[in-house]
């Protein structure tokens, strides 16, 4: 077929997925260019039952064009994760609505029919927005990687050292805070039940990366000489630090914002956005959304190098002193992408 011949003549077929479709779509599709582009590609994979997933191809003159897939999101469970790419050569001819529809329809008859849907894009994409809102999706949150310089904070919390608790990963307090706060800003794509340990080993534990960890637990200003325990004050707030994580093939950080903002999709690491090599990643939280609380931890752990934390609209503590480094030009956001969903 010439790239001349009118979309109108084109005989556009969808079947399910076949061996060695991969390799086709990875000639026929740019790379990715950021890391949620990178997550939503490795969607598009062999359908299979774990994750269940059901993908479909579109084929023009017996080249792979494009394809979709929808797939379980076991860890928020309410909505499958939907992806749709098509080649450039080959868009704007309704090649992309066949196939979100064919991928819609090949989930029927598995648990994935009925659920909802979710799409991850970049933030402000002008291709994959219009084309996910065209078809009934709607913004859910934003979720922002963001650099904060080292001593952006400055003397915030200096005089409050005694309020600030170097606790271990393992921790209980931490991890009962941490699950409490996962939830809450979960709540617009709930998480599925998890026990404490399961919290723990999966984003607490050395396996998920976390090598540290940090507690605000506030004196009080009514406490007087009699100051309660450390151990026995109320979290504010908690931070975790993560490694360093390279390896494309590896879990998701548990940082991640991928934690954050719906299931871990194979080989995404967050952090590899461009600009967050040299600072420690680490996940922070409001319990009470306490800012000055917030700021303090925050200020403590960052005195010497940038630190990369990931919010989401969700996170309105966590978002509120963002925006407040942003505007002073001593945070900037590395990658920022959006989620949108079909109910
Ligand atoms: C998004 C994508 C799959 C669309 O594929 P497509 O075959 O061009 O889509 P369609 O021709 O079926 O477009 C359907 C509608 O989506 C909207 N749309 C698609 N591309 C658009 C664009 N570039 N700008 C504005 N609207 C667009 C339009 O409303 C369009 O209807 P119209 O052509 O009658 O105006 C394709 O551009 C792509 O692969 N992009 C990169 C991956 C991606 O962003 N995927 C979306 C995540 S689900």
């Avoid at 723990?200 to 004196?219: D, I, Q, T």
């Amino acid at each position: 077929m010439s790239p001349s011949t009118p979309a109108s003549s084109r005989s556009v077929a969808i079947r399910p997925w076949r061996e060695g479709d991969d390799r086709a779509l990875a000639q026929v599709l740019p790379d990715p260019q950021s890391p949620a582009q990178l997550a939503a590609r490795a969607l598009l994979r062999e359908p299979g039952e774990s994750p269940l997933t059901r993908t479909v191809v579109a084929v023009v003159d017996s080249v792979v064009v494009g394809a979709a897939a929808v797939a379980a999101s076991p860890a928020h469970p309410t909505r499958a994760w939907v992806h749709v790419e098509v080649a450039p050569g080959e868009r704007r001819t309704g090649v992309g609505s066949a196939l979100l529809e064919a991928a819609v329809a090949e989930a029927a008859g598995t648990p994935l029919e009925g659920l909802g849907l979710r799409t991850r894009i970049v933030a402000d994409d002008s291709v994959g927005g219009p084309f996910a809102r065209a078809h009934g999706f709607t913004d859910l949150f934003t979720t922002r990687i963001v650099r904060i310089e080292a001593a952006a904070l400055g003397g915030a919390g200096l005089d409050r050292t005694e309020d600030l608790q170097v606790i271990d990963t393992g921790s209980v307090a931490l991890t009962q805070a941490f699950a409490g706060w996962y939830e809450r800003v979960n709540a617009l794509d709930p998480a599925a039940p998890m026990s404490i340990g399961q919290v723990n080993s999966r984003f607490l534990s050395e396996a998920a990366g976390a090598h540290g960890a940090a507690l605000w637990r506030p004196v009080g200003a009514d406490a007087g000489a009699q100051a309660p325990d450390l151990n026995k004050r109320p979290v504010t707030a908690f931070a975790v630090s993560y490694a360093q994580r390279h390896d494309e093939e590896a879990e998701t950080p548990a940082q991640g914002g991928l934690a954050v903002g719906g299931a871990p999709v194979g080989g995404d690491d967050v952090f590899a956005a461009t600009g967050g090599e040299d600072a420690t990643e680490l996940t922070v939280g409001s319990i009470d959304g306490n800012l000055e609380d917030l700021r303090s931890l925050i200020a403590r752990l960052s005195v010497d190098t940038p630190v990369v934390v990931e919010v989401t609209d969700a996170m309105q503590t966590e978002s509120a002193l963002v925006d407040e480094l942003l505007a002073a030009g001593t945070a900037r956001v590395l990658t920022a992408y959006t989620t949108l969903v079909r109910d």
